[in-house]
């Protein structure tokens, strides 16, 4: 049995109050990116078995700028899609974390999602539950926020699987606007944590 995730934030005194904190659990660092994560990200990004369940593989550029826009968006917020290492060896294992979803974009938006993707030579081993607990917890802890979605293609049975283990509830079906009709990844299932009982996000 894995034990209890203990979620440690740190943050220097001396650095701007919105730069990113990094999250530290038994196992992980998540933290912002850096320039030498890239490669390993990129590599990941064109491998097949890593974006079965998304529509198409990314080249190197669009792997750059995807990484990019997290770095910009954790530097802005001081929260947002962490790069994950190791602590042990500090290997770049992938990415997790949170991404504001405005009105529009699907039909639950407005919404805060809890997203992750890690490289699959580490999948089976806990790492992909380890970090989105500890980010689910950040949400809650720090950032107050009443709920989180997470959403995939119906047929990934491996992150629905995650999703259920870390408490979330299935909340219902829907057509992905951005994929055509007849698409096989168009179906997708959403689902919801409220972090506060009290409380709904949309």
């Given amino acids: 049995m894995m034990k209890t995730t203990r979620l440690h934030v740190t943050r220097n005194a001396h650095r701007p109050q919105n730069e990113a904190a990094s999250l530290v659990t038994a196992r992980l660092r998540l933290r912002p990116w850096r320039r030498e994560d890239l490669p390993f990200f990129a590599r990941m990004n064109a491998d097949p078995r890593v974006m079965a369940h998304y529509p198409e593989l990314l080249d190197a550029r669009q792997s750059l700028r ?72 950040f949400a809650r802890v720090r950032l107050k926020l009443p709920q989180l979605v997470a ?17 979330m509830e299935h909340a219902g079906d829907y057509a992905h606007p951005a994929l055509p009709e007849g698409h096989p990844l168009r179906p997708h299932c959403l689902y919801r944590m409220a972090t506060d009982r009290r409380s709904s996000c949309v």
């Fill in 66 to 137: 995807q990484a990019r826009a997290f770095s910009l968006l954790l530097a802005r917020r001081g929260w947002g899609v962490w790069a994950v290492e190791r602590r042990a060896d500090g290997r770049f294992l992938g990415f997790c974390g949170l991404f504001a979803r405005r009105a529009g974009a699907l039909p639950f938006a407005p919404c805060v999602e809890l997203t992750w993707r890690l490289d699959c030579e580490h999948w089976g081993r806990g790492y992909g539950y380890e970090a989105a607990r500890a980010v689910a917890q």
């Fill in 151 to 167: 959403f995939t293609a119906c047929s990934n049975a491996r992150s629905r699987a995650l999703l259920t283990r870390l408490g």
